[in-house]
């Protein structure tokens, strides 16, 4: 069992930071230098000899970098980095606000009345609804136009409202 938990804390390790020669490789696939010359820039005070004593004893590790990168054709690790990739989904990308202004608006559907959302003099969105009777009224946000709508309107749309990160049905007394 002991030998077990070695073997996988071994592999953990290994897998977490690669050799310095993914480092070495990945210099040279950005700058276009030697590996001898992209050793040098990655480290301090090393000279010709050190470099190519240290590039013929790493030689496998080299190559095993060389194509490690080429078919993952990944960028190698690098301290402090993440790792961040966009991932397609097929949706469009909405902005913050695109996104907002469509909540409003499915709220404002399903509620039967008119919603549009302006910037305040204070630079914050407030959410104009105008109802059926002409009446206006103002909202900070899509939770407190629902709350509200949903109070006055005495509509209790159960499933179709989207529950906020602070809010359960069970919170909100339903």
Sequence with gaps: MKKLFENWRKHLNEAAVPHSAHHVVKKMMKTGLSAKEALKSLTHDLSDEEAERWLEHHKDEMDSAKQDLA???EAAYEP????TFDID?????????EIRDEEVQDLADKFNVEAFVEIASDGKPSIIVKHQDGKLSMYNDTEEMYKELADETGQDIHGSHDW???ESPYDAGY
């Design 80 to 83: 402090g980095r993440a790792g």
């Design 89 to 97: 989904t097929g949706e469009e990308y909405l902005s913050p606000e």
């Design 164 to 166: 906020y990160e602070d």
């Design 71 to 73: 078919s993952r054709n």
